[in-house]
């Protein structure tokens, strides 16, 4: 059974920084994106920023500059490196990953953890 496991929200005042963690665990053969989306009250989840199946990486316009997404590729686990918080980045932030679950097969499996918390406020 696969699972994404966060880990890193809370509360911060705007300006401050915070990082996030994910690390995905159980039977799979590869990633094929990983990254972070977020979803605050009354809105639509959207993306934060991921890698791409290509390696490269994807991030939305507001947090360019401010947010950085990482990875380590042999713990299976992404980061967001988050610095200048603003309110408005106030959110559950959820991990979300694409899977393929053994070698050779067609059929891959999208993921996401269970959403941490991150509060911007003084």
């Known amino acids: 059974q696969v699972q994404l496991v966060e880990s890193g929200g809370g509360l911060v005042q705007p300006g401050g920084s915070l990082r996030l963690s994910c690390a995905a665990s159980g039977s799979f053969f590869s990633i094929n994106t990983m990254g972070w989306y977020r979803q605050a009250p009354g809105k639509q989840r959207e993306l934060v920023a991921v890698f791409t199946s290509g390696g490269s990486t994807n991030s939305a316009d507001s947090v360019k500059g401010r947010f950085t997404i990482s990875r380590d590729n042999a713990k299976n686990t992404v980061y967001l490196q988050m610095n200048s918080l603003k309110p408005e980045d106030t959110a559950v932030y959820y991990c979300?990953?694409?899977?393929?679950?053994?070698?050779?097969?067609?059929?891959?499996?999208?993921?996401w953890g269970q959403g941490t918390q991150v509060t911007v406020s003084s």
């Open positions: 979300n990953a694409d899977l393929t679950p053994r070698p050779g097969s067609n059929t891959n499996f999208r993921y």
